[in-house]
């Protein structure tokens, strides 16, 4: 957490990079966070649809510099998304990565859908 800490610091005291352009999540990618999350909303932990009612959430916020990696991206429901904004507020419970075997397994399970 202290890693994303300091890039914030960093990105914030450093705006003169180019704009960076939004990606789209493709369809698996959404799935398998979905999975690790065991989907539910990380900030408020009520249980969300696979295919509706959900956000990929960025713990540390796009607009200030927030990596499109798997460990800065969370299941948010909608209305939790909403009230976050652009604040850094962590997920319940202090937001860890499953163990790598859970992930593999996620995975696996995505990629063969």
Same mark, same amino acid.
């Given at each position: 957490?202290?890693?994303?800490i300091?890039?914030?610091?960093? =990105?914030?005291?450093?705006r003169? &990079?180019?704009?960076?352009?939004?990606? @789209?999540?493709?369809?698996?990618?959404?799935?398998y966070?979905?999975?690790?999350? =065991?989907?539910?909303c990380?900030?408020?932990g009520?249980?969300?649809? /696979?295919?509706?009612?959900?956000?990929?959430?960025?713990?540390? /916020?796009w607009?200030?510099?927030?990596?499109?990696?798997?460990?800065?991206?969370?299941?948010?429901?909608? /209305?939790? =998304? %909403?009230?976050?904004?652009?604040?850094?507020?962590? !997920? %319940?419970?202090?937001? &860890?990565? /499953? !163990?790598?075997?859970?992930?593999?397994?996620?995975? %696996? @399970?995505?990629?063969? @859908?």
């Open positions: 957490m202290l890693a994303l300091d890039r914030l610091a960093r =990105n914030w005291l450093d003169r &990079e180019q704009p960076r352009e939004r990606i @789209i999540f493709p369809r698996k990618f959404r799935y966070l979905w999975i690790r999350d =065991n989907g539910r990380q900030y408020c009520i249980p969300v649809e /696979p295919n509706k009612g959900w956000h990929i959430e960025h713990v540390l /916020p607009s200030f510099g927030g990596p499109d990696t798997e460990d800065n991206l969370v299941v948010a429901c909608i /209305p939790c =998304n %909403m009230k976050k904004g652009t604040k850094i507020i962590l !997920p %319940m419970g202090f937001y &860890e990565l /499953p !163990p790598k075997w859970w992930r593999r397994l996620a995975r %696996m @399970i995505v990629w063969r @859908i």
